[in-house]
């Protein structure tokens, strides 16, 4: 075989068809992405106008109960803390969950900034517009602009929850760029549309961050899946997407010292068996908060409201009820 044939064998053939396939991805995503911001999901759920945007809340209990503010990890949105919500609910709590742009069915970024210090602003505009102070509850990356918040406006919070949360404590001593495939916006619709907004690998990809891989029901799934209907999702997920790879450089919650000042009740829950933000990460973070409670789920993954509903919803009262106490 001649040298320019083996070349385009190896090489060429195989990179047409990449590009052939993420086009066809970003066609069926465009064709898929039909449903107005205006359009909710059928859920009692409600839209909440802020200085920031329109946020998408979704709450459960009595309005006198110990708010209780959740935030959701990559890709999820409000719907997936229901279950959660109504328990908390059943226990007497106002349990609040809210959509982060650009994921569920919040308004994406004006400004297409997803910055952590930017997220965080999105939250404290939310806490007032909702004219409470509750108890956050951060899961996965959600915990990082939460903590963000907490840090700049303690004032608004009665508490905070880290839940297996990507905090990328001292991040910055070693910071990340972005790779150069994330630095073209075109590029990047592209690759989403075949991975984060691809319905097709929804599953497959919630399977891989659990330990507890038959708690991937078809009605999760589904559940995850309702937003990806919306117009614009897959751009705005795009313009989100470095936020996942690159350091965190402006931001105070990837240092020791903020969370060593934190005027706040705080406590740590964390799978046993977490492969994503790995059970040392919440070790590294409660030696940076001298000594914060720390609650091991044995035998969990990196999502416990979904892969042991019960045996979080038990840690996560007894932490608010020693939160409640302290307040």
């Known amino acids: ?38 359009v909710l999901p059928p859920v009692s759920g409600r839209a909440v106008s802020t200085s920031e945007g329109s946020i998408f809340v979704i709450e459960r209990g009595p309005s006198a109960g110990t708010p209780l503010l959740f935030a959701h ?44 210090p930017r997220q965080a602003e999105r939250i404290i505009a939310l806490v007032q517009a909702l004219d409470t102070r509750p108890i956050a509850i951060g899961h996965s990356v959600g915990a990082g602009p939460l ?6 406006r303690p004032d608004l919070f009665d508490g905070f929850v880290v839940v297996d949360g990507a905090i990328a404590l001292n991040s910055h001593l070693a910071p990340k760029t972005n790779p150069i495939w994330l630095r073209s916006a075109g590029l990047r619709r592209l690759l989403t549309s075949a991975t984060l907004s691809n319905p097709l690998l929804t599953r497959l990809f919630l399977r891989n961050f659990m330990s507890v891989k038959d708690a991937a029901t078809p009605d999760v799934v589904q559940t995850l899946k309702a937003p990806l209907s919306r117009k614009g999702y897959t751009a705005a997920a795009a313009d989100w997407l470095p936020q996942l790879f690159a350091t965190p450089l402006n931001a105070h919650s990837t240092r020791p010292e903020p969370w060593q000042a934190l005027p706040l009740p705080l406590a740590l829950i964390w799978g046993e068996t977490d492969t994503i933000t790995p059970l040392s990460q919440a070790h590294d973070l409660q030696a940076a908060t001298q000594g914060a409670a720390l609650t091991i789920l044995p035998d969990v993954g990196h999502i416990p409201q979904i892969e042991a509903p019960e045996v979080f919803w038990q840690a996560l009262l007894d932490v608010l009820r020693q939160m409640t106490q302290e307040t």
């Open 1 to 38: 075989m001649k040298p320019r044939t083996i070349f385009l064998a190896t090489i060429v053939a195989p990179l047409l068809l990449t590009m052939v396939a993420l086009g066809l991805f970003r066609l069926a995503a465009q064709a898929r992405e039909t449903n107005a911001l205006t």
């Open 73 to 116: 990890g990559t890709a999820a949105w409000s719907g997936l803390w229901l279950p959660t919500l109504d328990h908390m609910a059943s226990q007497g709590f106002h349990a609040i969950a809210y959509d982060l742009p650009p994921f569920g069915f919040s308004h994406p970024a004006a400004d297409g900034d997803y910055s952590r």
């Open 147 to 152: 903590a963000e918040a907490v840090m700049k």
